[in-house]
C-alpha cells in the first residue's frame, strides 16, 4: 500500500531487520560517529593534521612514503586534471576505455616490479574479489590465511568451489589444509590457489612467503600463489617490489597485487602476473570489463609516482628511519609491538573496550595524538592495540613525543585510571 506520505507499510520488508540492527560496527555509531568512526580529518595529509579544530600528531594514514603532498606529485595531479578532466577515457578499458597512458603505466609496473606483465584495477579492493572470482573454478580450492584482508575473503565467496583457510602464519596448518585441499583436487582435477598478504596491514607482520614458497619447491604440494601486497609494495624490499623480495622469493609469486592507496597516495591498484595471466584477467575480470577505465588524472598521477618510487630513494630511507625509531624506542620503553617486520607498528596493551576508548580520547585530547585502536574480533578479547602508521614525513622529534606520551597513558592504565572515566563528555558533531 502506498500513502500519501510516501511510506510503504509491508509485512516482510528487509528494512525492519536492518531498521532493529545495524551490523557489528553500525551498533556503536550513536556513541562513536564523528569521533572514533568517521572522524574528519582537515588539513594537507602529513603527519600534523587538524581533528575536531586541532592540530595533532597523525598515525593513521598510510601515506607511507609522503607523497600525499609531493610537490611534484601534486602539480602533476593538478595539471592532469586541468588537461584532462575526470571524464576521460568513458567506458571500461575494453570497450572505450583504453588509452596510450594506461598502457604505458602498466609497462612501467611491470618493468619496476619485474613482473611480464601488468593489468591495471580501477580500485584495489574491487580488483581482488574479482581476480579470485575469474582465477578460480569450481573444481579448484582456494588455501588462504586466516587475517586475509575483507577482500579476499569476499573474493572467496563467490567462489563456488572448496576453500580452507590456515591459522595465521602458520605453517602447520597451512601443511594440514594443503594436504586436504589436494585431496579435493585429485579428484575434481582442478588446481589450488593459495592467496595470503605480503604484509599484514593489522598488525604489520609479513606473509611466510618464503616458507610457503619452501613447500612448492620440495615438492610436496602443488599450487599457485597469490599475494596482496597491498601495505609492501613501495615499502618493503631493496627496490621497494614489496615482501617476496625482502624475502627473496619476489619471482615465486605468480599472481601479485599492489595499490596505489598507500605508499603511491592515490587510487587505483594493479595486478602482475605472466603475460597470459594478465591477458586472460583482461578478458575475464568482471570488476574491470564491466566498470569505467581509471580517469586520466589518476594514471598519469600513478606514472610520476612510480618514477619517484624508482628515482627518489630518500622516501623509503626517511619512512624507515622513522619506522625503526618509533619500533626501537617502543620496544626499548617496554611497550610489546607484536611481530611486525613491515612500517605497520601495532602497539598491544591489556585492557577492557571502555579503556581502549578513554586511551584513545586522552590521546586525542590531551596529547593531540590520533592513532587509531583496534579491538576484539581482530584483536583477542582482553587486548587492546594502538595502531601507528610512521610515513616519510614524520619526524625523530614526533616519535619522541609520542613514545613519552604512550609511557603515560601505559602508567595510567597500569593504575586503573581508565576503568572509571566515562567517554561521554565529547560533542560529536552529527
Ligand atoms: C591488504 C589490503 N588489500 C586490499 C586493499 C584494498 O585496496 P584499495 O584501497 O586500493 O581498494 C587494502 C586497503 O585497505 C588492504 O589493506
Not at 579544530?53 to 592532469?80: F, I, M, T
Request: include cysteine.
Amino acid at each position: 500500500m502506498y500513502l500519501a506520505d510516501k511510506k510503504y507499510f509491508m509485512t516482510h520488508d528487509i528494512y525492519t531487520k536492518i531498521r532493529k540492527n545495524r551490523g557489528p560496527l553500525g551498533e556503536y555509531s550513536k556513541v562513536a560517529h564523528g569521533y572514533f568512526t568517521f572522524p574528519k580529518l582537515e588539513g594537507e595529509i602529513s603527519n600534523r593534521m587538524v581533528f575536531r579544530g586541532k592540530e595533532c600528531l597523525v598515525w593513521s594514514v598510510n601515506n607511507y612514503l609522503g607523497l600525499a603532498n609531493h610537490p611534484e606529485v601534486r602539480k602533476v595531479d593538478a595539471e592532469a586534471a586541468e588537461k584532462w578532466g575526470l571524464a576521460y577515457p568513458m567506458g571500461s578499458r575494453m570497450m572505450t576505455g583504453q588509452t596510450s597512458e594506461h598502457e604505458a603505466l602498466e609497462a612501467e609496473i611491470s618493468d619496476f616490479m619485474e613482473k611480464e606483465d601488468t593489468i591495471l584495477l580501477n580500485f584495489g579492493y574491487q580488483g581482488m574479489v574479482s581476480a579470485i572470482d575469474s582465477l578460480v573454478d569450481r573444481n579448484d580450492v582456494i588455501v588462504y590465511d586466516s587475517e586475509s584482508h575483507a577482500c579476499i575473503l569476499d573474493g572467496m565467496r563467490l567462489h563456488v568451489g572448496k576453500r580452507f583457510v590456515f591459522q595465521h602464519n602458520d605453517m602447520a596448518s597451512f601443511d594440514k589444509q594443503m594436504e586436504r585441499a589436494t585431496k579435493i583436487v585429485e579428484q575434481t582435477g582442478g588446481g589450488i590457489l593459495v592467496i595470503t598478504e605480503g604484509v599484514f596491514g593489522m598488525a604489520g607482520d609479513q606473509g611466510l612467503l618464503k616458507e610457503i614458497v619452501d613447500f612448492r619447491k620440495s615438492g610436496k604440494y602443488e599450487f599457485r600463489l597469490f599475494v596482496d601486497d597491498a601495505h609492501g609494495f613501495g615499502t618493503v624490499g631493496e627496490k621497494g617490489q614489496g615482501s617476496g623480495e625482502a624475502q627473496g622469493v619476489h619471482d615465486e609469486i605468480d599472481v601479485l597485487f599492489g595499490t596505489f592507496a598507500k605508499s603511491m597516495a592515490s587510487i587505483g591498484a594493479f595486478i602482475c602476473a605472466e603475460e597470459n595471466i594478465v591477458e586472460f584477467l583482461r578478458y575475464n575480470m568482471r570488476s574491470q570489463v564491466f566498470a569505467k577505465s581509471l580517469p586520466m588524472p589518476l594514471v598519469v598521477g600513478a606514472r610520476k609516482r612510480l618514477e619517484l618510487l624508482r628515482t627518489q630513494p630518500e622516501h623509503k630511507a626517511n619512512l624507515w628511519k622513522v619506522a625503526t625509531a618509533l619500533q626501537d624506542g617502543l620496544k626499548k620503553a617496554g611497550f610489546d609491538i607484536g611481530a611486525t617486520n613491515s612500517a605497520v607498528t601495532p602497539v598491544f596493551l591489556s585492557g577492557t573496550v571502555a579503556e581502549a576508548t578513554n586511551i584513545t580520547f586522552d590521546l586525542r585530547e590531551h596529547h593531540n595524538i590520533f592513532c587509531s585502536m583496534v579491538l576484539y574480533p581482530v584483536v583477542p578479547k582482553g587486548t587492546i592495540m594502538l595502531r601507528l602508521i610512521p610515513t616519510a614525513v614524520h619526524t625523530l622529534e614526533d616519535v619522541d613525543y609520542t613514545i613519552q606520551a604512550f609511557l603515560k597513558i601505559k602508567e595510567k592504565l597500569d593504575n586503573g585510571e581508565y576503568s572509571n572515566l566515562e567517554f561521554a563528555d565529547v560533542e560529536l558533531d552529527r
